[in-house]
């Protein structure tokens, strides 16, 4: 049986993933904040993960409770147009969007690399390449919720390079869904709550995001990070993530774990 372990499993794409794989008879993890959203069947863990120091406890309670993960699918977002900085004083897009993934991933990979054929999922809601800017990777001067959403999305495809070159025999997935009618969980001034409620409406429905990714989740070639997103998948490669911004990027994660 395998086991699935879905960062905001409790809601939108994630809890589609979850109710898919629970209907095949796999074991699903829902990490998330209300339990009472999670899917009938799936082993609920609460985690802020937000927090440095949740992260690391999640990854201290499923190292001994799991003997492998096959698929890790990395979800938790949020929405914020105000800047915001968290308990560890970092920026709220920052740490949940790209530092609570690059933690979880690494503090995984062993369980992963148990499995047959494992692969992580990471939709990180940047549908486009670029390099990082590297003079504001926390948007703490000129913070707009969108572009900061956008900023802390463009790590992601570094962080992608890193992995697999650490990991070669893990499948590796980013996924942009575009606009999905999820429940934009978060703290949005009063237009972009307008523009959330819009979207709501106009969004693809979670079920047609679950369908597009399903392939890319079940098979792939390991060692080879891609992108997909409506308009298909694009390798992660020198071109699109050069090396030298994976390993950057490594370096400052390091150093602000550090502090």
Known sequence: ????????????????????????????????????????????????????????????????????????VLGARVQRSRHTETADGLESYFELTYLSRFLLSRGLAGLLGRAAGPGGLNYCGAGCFGPPRWDGLQQRTQHHGRTAAIQAGILNAPLAVDFVGHHPAIRYVNYFPGTVATSFAGDCDDAEAAQIDRLRVTGNPVETAVKEILPFLDSGSPGHPVAVSARGAVLLDSHSSPPADARRLYDYTREVLAR
Do not use: C, Q, Y
């Not at 699935?4 to 809601?11: A, L, W």
């Not at 898919?20 to 008879?25: D, F, K, S, Y």
């Not at 990490?31 to 899917?39: F, R, V």
């Open 1 to 72: 049986m395998k086991t699935v372990v879905i960062t905001e499993g409790t809601d939108g794409i994630g809890r589609g993933i979850a109710r898919v794989h629970l209907a095949r008879g796999e074991r699903v993890v829902d990490i998330g904040t209300d339990k009472a959203k999670t899917e009938p069947g799936a082993w609920f863990l609460r985690a802020d993960l937000d927090l440095i120091d949740e992260n690391g406890r999640l990854i201290d309670r499923l190292s001994p409770e799991l003997d492998t993960i096959d698929v890790l």
